[in-house]
């Protein structure tokens, strides 16, 4: 279900919010077993549910009324937990609410429950989480990706209208690639980032999962906005996103940068990103091969920024003032190393140590200075590539979703998952994932769009056509 | 060997801004514990910093008064380190780009002025404080109080060009009267407000190379610097001609046991790790900015010592006393404004006020008498209203009690007499009761007339004008001629 749909239903009082919401709830229990959510407080959803009936009603409703919305557990809803995925903060309880929530809030969205991630946002299977792996919902053998997989999960399985993922390298346009549903990872400073638990500062974006382009135009105008408590925030205009679904893409310029086309690519995901490709070609958009001749250093410059950033983010999780510590500590020192190796999942250790070690004197320069000059080079392709074009069009992921396990041996393998989306981070450029096809075992394959920066509405409208003009069938 | 002693200095200063550099709670001292907290300067998971512009503001203030260059971009970077009071496992702090750098200020020293270079200004939070050792802390415990945490500093590193601890001294009480001459601190040092470290090392004179240095820290108190600064001095020479290598630590001051302790060699071995913070932008400051703020700056202390000798004719050691701390030039000119009088005011803060100020431990903002008190007090003497020696005794009791001097002067009945027809009552009497000195004046012992005028004086208990008492006596001493 979308929630343009739903609230014309809700509007011609076919159907009750609150019913709307049972069923939602229904979805959640019968679906337990996929691991989707971490929390979910029904008796304060119904509740919430007959309270927003009452306001449409009454006709005081807000733009979001009838939506129902899950969460990543990485964004702090006041007095409510945020576990970010991970045992370090199981019990922590957050006094505030993040802007991206107030927001929704206001509009009176319904927020359903928190859903499960990678620990902190690590990882790309979702099998980082200290409170189990999350289950692809199209084949339960399967990863749902990460680390927003149980909101892409919680999306693609109906048991959510819409959820809020964050991206720091592809964690929402990846994982609604393996799912088949569409998400948005906005340009870098479009999203406020205040009370989004931080992963890598300067990476880091809030952004929408949903069934539909439009659904997720809608969100982003919501959610969307320069907010004083995070400098970081850019104080743009907000377009009417849902706007510029015109249909229209006649004349655009659209490019394919060759290295993203080069071999590693799976050969049915090629095939159906071309299919998509011809689709636009025949409705008059003008296709042409541009290069981003760094795309090959994009994985490197990007762990290493990351994992520096990480290693700072998380040094407050230190057993001292709230969070999980170690019982029968001796010192000080102890009671930091104990909290930490205990409270931290082996993934985030991982990269913690990365991180300190490319900030650590003697290497600064070879690895966190050589990173950001790496990523400067990056912006600078993506500069010189939309010179030419309107927006990029590229596969999200080199595989459809894999084996639960497959890749949990081999940290290298699972990094490299990411080859097509974390250069859009490097570069803070909006980027999107929507469905456009199968392969052969009936998995959903993403095709991502990538935007110039702030250029939402582009990526939207040729999302936007690419799913009216689709038509996808499963091959099976 | 003669040895050459080397001193930089990092002096950290809390700036008085109403909320704390990155948050909104408030950054003024005290308070209870963890009272003055918010969700940014706890470090609760999800929030930013953001910063306060006044910070901006007051390290620009600074960095003008000391000559330094603003630098156009700054950066603020991240100080990796754990420890309990510090929320976030890191300081945000500056490191590559300072807001301030290449810098100088002058000193006074025995052989006459020396320019002292510093380095850079830099911006950053402060931590907050361990508990551990008041009676409520159980020993094996330690308490958080965040209050301090993001109360905004500016360190100020100077060059390594100071020679002794007196110019370092010195340099420590000219960065002390500057920041308060600007209001961005209140300069306090045992209420840490302002702290200093400092770096030493010797080297043989005509050495040009720098010898290994030693790192002082907690040092509560301006004397503290200077006596620290001595002792680890002569632990260096003697070090160094017993052959021993000085080697390079952090040392503590105990200013109790007057000794520095060496810290375990764990406890500074820190490797920061700094990075830029990737959660603030660069602080860009225009041209337009520097010159707001520096059309904005106070009279800085060495104009206001030389207005002091220009419009009030002041001895150039008195301007320079009474400009040493703001406060007491502040209290001074308001004294000046009310008595009219620069001279007397000078002469009554100089001596009296300072006098008060120094035994009672005290400084002029908690003096009882207000400087406009004191004026008027002043003028009452110049007016002849109360007699110079009553007045101290006014003051005496007002210092002690808090009450006006005018209240005092009329609860007591002390107004000067001066009215003539009253005092030639007195004189009279005295005249009739002292023949042997009247004879002895008539004999031309012109001297006895002192006498005289002290018995009018006794008579009246002191409240007689004597100058009127003087001027009566004679007339009446030369009707009987």
């Known amino acids: ?476 | 060997m003669e040895y050459e002693v080397v001193i930089g200095l990092e002096i950290h200063s809390q700036l008085q801004t109403q909320s704390k550099i990155f948050s909104y709670s408030s950054a003024a001292f005290g308070g209870d514990p963890n009272s003055k907290v918010d969700p940014v300067c706890l470090g609760l998971p999800g929030v930013l910093p953001v910063l306060n512009k006044q910070v901006v503001n007051y390290a620009m203030r600074m960095g003008l008064a000391t000559n330094c260059k603003i630098a156009p971009l700054s950066i603020f970077a991240r100080k990796n380190y754990f420890y309990p009071d510090s929320p976030k496992g890191y300081q945000i702090s500056q490191f590559e780009e300072p807001i301030c750098e290449h810098g100088y200020l002058d000193i006074e020293t025995e052989n006459g002025k020396k320019r002292i270079g510093i380095t850079r200004i830099h911006l950053e939070e402060d931590a907050g404080k361990s508990v551990h050792s008041e009676t409520f802390v159980a020993a094996n415990e330690t308490l958080i109080d965040v209050n301090r945490c993001g109360t905004p500093l500016i360190e100020i590193v100077s060059e390594p060009d100071m020679r002794s601890p007196q110019e370092a001294y010195a340099f420590l009480t000219q960065i002390r009267q500057i920041v308060q001459y600007l209001e961005i601190c209140d300069g306090n040092m045992e209420e840490g407000s302002l702290r200093c470290d400092a770096n030493i090392s010797i080297r043989p004179k005509g050495q040009t190379e720098l010898g290994v240095k030693t790192e002082l820290k907690n040092m509560n108190s301006f004397r503290g610097v200077e006596k620290a600064l001595e002792y680890e001095i002569s632990r260096q020479i003697t070090c160094a001609k017993n052959g021993e290598q000085i080697l390079q630590q952090t040392l503590l001051w105990d200013a109790d046991k007057n000794v520095a302790i060496p810290m375990r060699s764990k406890e500074f071995s820190h490797d920061y790790r700094y990075f830029p913070d990737p959660d603030l932008t660069p602080v860009m400051i225009s041209d337009d900015w520097i010159k707001k703020i520096e059309n904005s700056l106070p009279e800085l202390p060495k104009a206001r010592q030389n207005r002091f000798v220009e419009s009030y004719k002041l001895p150039p050691y008195d301007a320079e006393v009474l400009t040493d701390q703001k406060p007491l030039a502040d209290y001074f000119e308001k004294v000046v404004k009310t008595s009219g009088d620069a001279k007397q005011a000078s002469n009554w803060v100089m001596g009296e006020v300072m006098r008060y100020l120094k035994e009672g431990d005290s400084d002029i903002n908690n003096f009882k008498v207000s400087p406009e008190n004191l004026g008027l007090l002043i003028k009452s003497v110049s007016e002849g209203a109360v007699n110079a020696k009553t007045a101290k005794v006014v003051l005496s009791e007002a210092v002690e009690t808090g009450k006006s001097p005018e209240a005092i002067i009329t609860e007591k009945n002390l107004v000067q007499i001066s009215d003539t027809s009253e005092l030639s009552e007195q004189v009279k009497k005295v005249l009739a009761d002292n023949p042997n000195e009247v004879e002895k004046f008539l004999g031309g012992k012109e001297q006895v007339i002192g006498f005289l005028v002290g018995q009018v004086m006794r008579a009246t208990r002191g409240q007689a004008n004597p100058k009127v008492v003087n001027d009566i006596l004679r007339e009446e001493l030369v009707k009987l001629k």
């Open chain 1, 1 to 476: 279900m979308n929630f343009k749909n739903v609230r014309l239903k809700l509007e011609n009082k076919e159907t009750s919010f609150e019913n709307l919401v049972k069923q939602y709830l229904d979805k959640i229990e019968k679906g337990v077993q996929l691991n989707a959510f971490i929390f979910v407080d029904k008796e304060a959803a119904l509740i919430k549910a007959a309270e927003i009936d009452k306001k449409l009603e009454n006709g005081t409703a807000g733009k979001l009324a009838g939506l129902v919305l899950a969460v990543k557990d990485n964004m702090a809803i006041k007095d409510s937990q945020v576990t970010c995925g991970s045992k370090i903060l199981e019990n922590f309880v957050s006094p505030y609410n993040a802007t991206a929530i107030e927001k929704l809030l206001a509009e009176d969205a319904l927020i359903i429950g928190k859903t499960n991630m990678d620990e902190f946002a690590m990882g790309s299977s979702n099998e980082n989480s200290y409170f189990g792996p999350v289950k692809n919902p199209v084949d339960n053998s399967r990863v749902p990706g990460g680390s927003s997989g149980g909101s892409c999960t919680a999306v693609a399985a109906e048991m959510a209208m819409a959820a809020l993922g964050s991206d720091t390298g592809g964690s929402i346009r990846q994982p609604a690639s393996f799912c088949g549903v569409v998400g948005l990872k906005p340009t870098y400073g479009r999203v406020s980032r205040y009370g989004l638990v931080a992963f890598a500062s300067s990476f880091d974006q809030i952004g929408p999962i949903t069934n539909t382009v439009y659904d997720a135009a809608i969100l982003l105008e919501v959610i969307a906005g320069h907010d004083k408590r995070d400098s970081t925030s850019a104080p743009v205009t907000v377009p009417k996103f849902s706007k510029a679904l015109d249909g229209n893409i006649k004349g655009l310029k659209i490019g394919l940068p060759k290295e993203y086309f080069s071999e590693g690519l799976d050969s049915e995901i090629r095939e159906s990103i071309e299919n998509t490709i011809k689709i636009l070609e025949e409705n008059g958009a003008e296709i042409l091969e541009v290069s981003l001749p760094n795309t090959e250093y994009g994985i490197a410059a990007y762990y290493i920024l990351t994992t520096a950033e990480a290693s700072s983010n998380l040094s407050r999780y230190d057993g001292a003032r709230y969070g999980y510590r170690a019982e029968n500590v001796e010192s000080l020192e102890d009671m930091y190393v104990r909290s930490r190796s205990e409270g931290f999942g082996n993934e985030v250790k991982r990269r913690i140590m990365l991180g300190t070690y490319v900030l650590s004197s003697g290497y600064y320069d070879a690895y966190y200075r050589k990173g950001q000059q790496v990523r400067t080079l990056i912006k600078n392709d993506f500069e010189e590539a939309f010179k030419q074009c309107d927006c990029l069009i590229t596969p999200t992921t080199p595989s459809t979703a894999f084996k639960m396990d497959e890749k949990t041996d081999d940290p290298l393998a699972m990094y490299l998952s990411d080859v097509y989306t974390v250069s859009v981070n490097l570069a803070g450029l909006p980027g999107m994932s929507l469905p456009c096809g199968f392969d052969s075992n009936n998995l959903p394959i993403g095709v991502q769009i990538i935007g110039k920066q702030f250029d939402e509405e582009m990526i939207l409208r040729v999302g936007d056509f690419l799913e009216k003009n689709l038509a996808l069938k499963t091959t099976g």
